[in-house]
């Protein structure tokens, strides 16, 4: 088996800490993604633990602050010298409208715009590994979606399933235009559904608001598990069968067709042309 060295970006819960204990039981690197040291310490104590693996390291990446994306992409490129995946599997829900350090609205800001400036900052390292692969976690939340170019960042009318909806359609331009761009090279870029996860990616880290409503949902039957979710993740970042594919979205593991909005050539075009202006690009 080839190890190879994977990047995962939310790392210390969820599906991004079951994909770090499951691609690490492989005997491939990781490297954790973590925007918090201390809950990131404790997952990597766990991510070692479970997975029997001391190949795993942790470094702070906080997707609200492009400051700070920076900074790590800069000690990225000190540390490493090739990247063959790049998981972009965190993500933000807020019943309550937040902004990021930048001023963006928070899943907008964290879900697209901060994983856009990532994925371009370790492109380079990306090129160097034989076959870079970059993997995309949007959702099925998508056909809800559509980019509010009045107001994408939600400063009126903010609700949680618009703003998730819009950040979960950008991911999926975001994969179909880097996949054009990167036609010919080694890397390629996929998207996927995890499907229905019982996470705590809703709840309030502060306040603690919305731990009931998790607990309640954890517990129906529909609702997948983070080891469950994380799977076609896992697959797309390791599987032999999508080496040379790009440009596509899977749901359990499989090809699934996309809605016809999120096919649109001049939304996802703009949406780049927008996104590089936010960033800085």
Not at 6 to 17: E, K, R
Not at 169 to 187: D, H, K, M, P, W
Not at 188 to 204: E, F, K, M, W
């Amino acid at each position: 088996m080839n190890a190879k060295r994977i990047f995962i970006t939310g790392a210390n819960s969820g599906m991004g800490l079951a994909s770090t204990i499951e691609l690490a039981r492989r005997g491939h690197e990781v490297i954790m993604g973590c925007r918090n040291e201390e809950r990131g310490q404790k997952a990597l104590e766990q991510a070692r633990q479970e997975s029997g693996s001391d190949k795993i390291t942790l470094m702070k990446c906080d997707l609200g602050s492009l400051e700070t994306i920076r900074h790590f992409a800069e000690e990225f490129g000190k540390r490493y010298d090739y990247l063959d995946v790049l998981l972009n599997n965190a993500g933000v829900v807020n019943l309550k409208r937040k902004e990021t350090s930048d001023g963006f609205e928070m899943s907008i800001g964290v879900n697209h715009l901060g994983h856009f400036l990532l994925t371009h900052l370790l492109l380079d390292s990306l090129q160097q590994a034989k076959a870079g692969r970059i993997v995309v976690v949007s959702s099925g939340a998508y056909k809800l979606g559509k980019i509010h170019w009045d107001d994408p960042n939600l400063r009126s009318g903010y609700n949680v399933v618009k703003a998730y909806a819009q950040s979960k359609l950008a991911n999926i331009y975001f994969t179909r235009i880097l996949a054009q761009r990167l036609e010919g090279t080694s890397v390629t870029v996929n998207s996927l559904h995890p499907g229905a996860v019982a996470t705590s990616i809703g709840v309030d880290r502060e306040t603690g608001f919305g731990k009931r409503i998790l607990a309640s949902v954890a517990h129906m039957p529909f609702f997948q598990t983070p080891e469950q979710g994380a799977e076609t993740a896992i697959f797309l970042a390791d599987d032999a069968s999508v080496e040379g594919k790009s440009g596509a979205y899977y749901y359990r593991k499989q090809l699934h067709r996309l809605h016809a909005k999120a096919k649109d050539q001049q939304q996802a075009e703009r949406l780049w042309t927008w996104s590089e202006k936010q960033v800085g690009l």
